[in-house]
């Protein structure tokens, strides 16, 4: 690692710059289709979506969110109506579902999800999208 090598040229600089990309399209997509959602509520819905039930620090684990935004996350989705927030088996712990509404703006959701992902690798061969999946997870396992 040289001290003089550009930004642009260092590894976590460029997943960075992918995440932020990516979020970016992603954002533009959702507000052409007329769905007034931002990525990161994407994100808590797809996680609900993803489990039977979760709380609210289970939630905020997975997707690498404080408790603070994971509330004013969960305020606005409570508010639009796309989730509930029920007491679980211990009082202090709140867990979440979809409405049926939540589900129906999921579908929606969804169709713009799987065409940024397909947009997003579609230059990639198979292989190339395992190694790089596999690469990845190195890093991930060599910093947890």
């Known amino acids: 690692m ?3 090598q550009k930004l642009e040229d260092v590894l976590f600089y460029l997943i960075e710059k992918t995440n932020k990309v990516i979020r970016r399209y992603s ?3 959702f507000s052409e289709a007329g ?4 990525v990161d509520q994407w994100l808590v819905l797809k996680k609900i ?3 039977e ?3 609210q620090i289970e939630l905020a684990n997975a997707i690498f969110k404080d ?4 509330t004013r996350i969960l305020d606005l989705l409570l508010e639009k109506k796309l989730v509930t ?8 712990a709140y867990e979440l579902t979809l409405t049926a509404a939540g589900e129906k703006f999921m579908e929606q959701a969804f169709m713009i999800v799987k065409n940024v992902r397909k947009k997003g690798i ?10 790089l999946r596999q690469s990845l997870q190195k890093i991930i396992n060599s910093l947890e």
């Open 2 to 4: 040289a001290k003089n």
């Open 27 to 29: 954002q533009v997509r």
């Open 35 to 38: 769905l007034e959602i931002t």
């Open 49 to 51: 979506s993803d489990s």
């Open 53 to 55: 039930r979760i709380t």
């Open 67 to 70: 408790r603070a935004s994971i």
């Open 85 to 92: 927030k029920e007491a679980g088996a211990d009082r202090r």
């Open 122 to 131: 579609e230059s990639l061969t198979e292989k190339e999208q395992d190694q």
